[in-house]
């Protein structure tokens, strides 16, 4: 079959299905919802909005196939809102901050309970998370956070010694850390595949390889691909990166950044020489964190965030290969596992991450049509959180009135960054200071003034910052 450049995972996971079957729209339907985006967001509402009302005819448009985009090739790193409290809060307000941080640790167990009703071999091993400080500037970096999440009675973090923390990550690179065990991870392709599968079973009719290519807006809801075209009620649009190209509204709601990633051959014997054996996701505490956990399979992958910035928000044809700093990406591997020196790196990949001022997802409506819904902005934390949105507009496609549908949440984006040049141009100068700051932070030696005020700006649009107050 015709896969463009992949992910081991989604590989991996069409590798798994028996009669792998892909069904073009090629006819004129009508139906009650129709859905565009085939990830995480797209499947869990479709699946919510049948359960809730099994009489809807449901169609759910991909263009690729389901999983190809983010939802296929993330780190499989379930990670909630939790460490985001402060921020949301600030934007949204308490109430809406706990909903969110409860719901996205309760998605879970809930992620969990599906896949074992579903029979769907996710690889799911929620040995919690380990944020760490690898320099002195990160010490003691939870301290503020862990006390207003307490103060509402939701705080799940743990500060630990600076032996527990090497024990529990096997790398003599952190001095200090915190551990939450809600969390974890899992293998990102097989779920979405799975999704996919489970609600074909409960009668959502889907269409791969059918590339929407204009919507009416107006009264009649059209959706019009190469070959076919939908007529419906509701539509849904749950196209991540892509949002822009159909909804030019939301253009200055976020900016495109890749996330990279590389994984290892397997190397069994010598994660369990190093005592790495469980789903913990170890992360450090940079602004661009490092993120890094194994493979049930004896594999170890490590990502990071914050690299190629494209400009006007195009999907631009890199995002689809292999990374573009895959070697610093080992070169960061090795900095926590020296030992891992032989491991060959089998595959490097990227994908778009779409990093909304807040740093945390909005949904809404049409500005002209309120049965068009969307969501938007999951800013690289979407495994959890994407089960979540899916609650959310299942809710708003039903016209209910619920916590979400009231929230803070629903109301669009509720920051905007300048528009371009000027927003490629910042992120760039940015990026660029928040490396040296972190450079310099490794080395134990001050930054620069000038880098600090400028990594300030990354933290004051939505990036957590872990560095002690
Ligand atoms: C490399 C990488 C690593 C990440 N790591 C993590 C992690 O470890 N933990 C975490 O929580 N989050 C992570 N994320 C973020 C997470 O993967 C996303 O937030 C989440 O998958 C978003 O799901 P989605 O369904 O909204 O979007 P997607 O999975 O991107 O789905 C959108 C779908 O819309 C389809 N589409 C687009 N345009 C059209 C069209 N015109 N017609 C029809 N279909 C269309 C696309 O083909 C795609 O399949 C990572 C992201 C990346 C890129």
Known sequence: MDLHYQSPWFVEALEKEENLKINELNLNLNCDVCIIGGGYTGLWTAIKIKEKKPQLNIILIEKDLCGSGASGRNGGCMIPQSTKFQGIRDVVGIDDAKKMVLSTEAAVKHIKDFCSANKINAEIRDDGILYGATNT???????????????????????????????????????????SP?????????LVRGLKKKAENIGIKIFEKSTVISYNYKKDIHVKTKNGSVSCEKLVFAINAWT????????????LVSSDMIISEPIKYQLQSLGLNNGLVILDSNLFTHYSRTTPDG???????????????????????????EKLLKKSLLSFYPSLKDAKITTSWNGP?????????????????????????????GVLTCHV?????????????????????CKGPLKNFPPEPFRWLGAMIIRNAVRRKENAQEKEINPKWIDKQLAKIAVSVGRVDFEKK
């Open 137 to 179: 500037f990160h010490q003691g970096a939870f301290e503020n956070l862990i006390r207003d999440l307490n103060q509402h009675n939701i705080n799940s973090w743990e500060r630990l010694s600076k032996e527990k923390v090497q024990d529990l990550t096997k790398s003599k690179k952190f001095i200090d850390g915190y551990f």
């Open 182 to 190: 809600i969390g974890g991870s899992l293998q990102p392709a097989v």
């Open 244 to 255: 822009p190209n159909f909804l030019p509204f939301l253009s200055r709601s976020v900016v």
């Open 299 to 325: 594999k170890i992958i490590l990502g990071k965030g914050g690299n190629t910035f494209s400009f006007r928000n195009k999907v631009i044809d890199s995002f689809d290969g292999p990374s573009t700093i």
């Open 353 to 381: 991450s779409e990093r909304t001022k807040t740093g945390f997802p909005f949904f809404g409506y049409h500005p002209k049509n309120k049965n068009i819904s969307y969501a938007f902005g999951y800013s690289g934390n």
């Open 389 to 409: 949105g899916g609650e959310i507009l299942s809710g708003m496609t039903l016209n209910e009135n619920n916590k979400w549908t009231d929230s803070n949440f």
